[in-house]
């Protein structure tokens, strides 16, 4: 059952007509409803707003764009795709959410800021470990913002060939001008490291002071994204070029239980003991957690049954944790 708490939060929220924080209310409610047990109910609710979302938008009314894949030059350079997901569907701190929250706000009101001779916040560098919401961040921006999210393909941007791949660059850069978006650079360390580092090539060095100037010249309504696991091996002038540098880490305690009970939402989770199952997922990532979730979901299915064990789910979650250590004392792969 809703809380007083949240029916206050929905009725402010429909009183002043927001209705990206009445959907965000009325998925906590669905949330610890299925915290409760009560799987039904948290199906029904979010099935409403799922279809109350999609009823508000226009039909016909045009995108922000005007494509919904690339083209031209920009074919292998950039992919493009319209992701639904959104913030209040993710399990972040607070901090991050936060941040993340006023870069969408800060585009909705871009017009106003400009008129005062004020830039939105729009360049982001997402640094942390691997599977701890980076991309998906990216994703749940362009959802927010409704812009399609455009994945810039790193393996076809850098060639060999010398001043090539500073010349694809350039078109992303031009790009973001014409066709808003929001341009994700994942991996970033493969063009943002250290120009000192002593086994480079002086292409990457070029690519990478290209990068810079692009980036500062850049007054596009463009959000520009960067993500990387490595920030230590980034180059130390890119940190100033950024609006905003977000540091993510690996889930706490109650996120990682907020996480489980999100995933596992359609079984009935009232009888885990949470205890043990923290304890085992303990040092594991977003994702890792994730996909023990998915685990013991099949396992569940599989064995016709409706309820998660404890056993089942700590199992899944210490199995996704001895692979994780596995690959952490094997090191990171050479580049």
Not at 4 to 17: D, I, T
Not at 104 to 120: A, E, F, I, K, N
Not at 200 to 229: H, K, M, W
Not at 293 to 303: G, I, K, P, Q, Y
Request: glycine letters at 6%; hydrophobic letters at 40%.
């Amino acid at each position: 059952m809703a809380s007083a708490e949240q029916l206050k939060a929905l009725m402010r929220s429909h009183n002043s007509g927001d209705d990206e924080h009445f959907r965000a209310v009325a998925l906590q409610i669905a949330a610890h409803a299925a915290h409760l047990g009560n799987n039904q109910l948290a199906q029904e609710l979010r099935a409403l707003i799922d279809r109350a979302r999609r009823a508000q938008a226009p039909v016909g009314s045009p995108r922000a764009v005007p494509i919904a894949r690339s083209s031209g030059e920009l074919v292998g350079l950039v992919t493009a795709s319209y992701p639904d997901t959104r913030l209040s569907e993710m399990v972040l701190s607070e901090k991050i959410s936060d941040c993340l929250r006023e870069v969408v706000s800060q585009y909705h009101q871009r017009d106003l800021l400009r008129s005062h001779g004020l830039r939105p916040r729009r360049k982001l560098l997402l640094v942390g470990p691997p599977g701890c919401g980076k991309t998906m961040s990216a994703s749940a921006v362009a959802g927010e913002c409704d812009l399609p999210l455009m994945f810039v393909q790193l393996h076809s941007l850098i060639t060999k060939y010398m001043g090539e791949t500073a010349v694809k660059l350039h078109l992303i850069f031009d790009a973001m001008v014409q066709t808003r978006g929001v341009y994700l650079f994942d991996e970033f360390d493969a063009i943002g490291s250290h120009r000192d580092t002593r086994n480079d090539v002086g292409e990457i060095r070029r690519v990478l002071n290209s990068f810079l100037q692009f980036l500062e010249r850049d007054d596009s309504d463009s959000i520009i994204i960067a993500a990387t696991n490595f920030s230590g091996m980034l180059d130390h002038a890119l940190f100033r070029r950024f609006d905003s540098i977000i540091a993510y880490e690996l889930p706490t305690s109650a996120m990682a239980r907020d996480l489980i009970a999100n995933r596992l939402t359609l079984f009935d989770i009232s009888n885990i003991q949470w205890k043990a199952v923290l304890a085992a997922a303990r040092n594991l990532s977003h994702a890792e957690i994730t996909h023990a979730c998915e685990d013991s979901a099949r396992n569940a299915v599989l064995a016709g049954n409706k309820a998660i064990s404890t056993e089942s789910l700590a199992h899944s979650l210490r199995a996704r944790n001895m692979a994780a250590h596995r690959r952490k004392t094997k090191g990171p792969p050479s580049r």
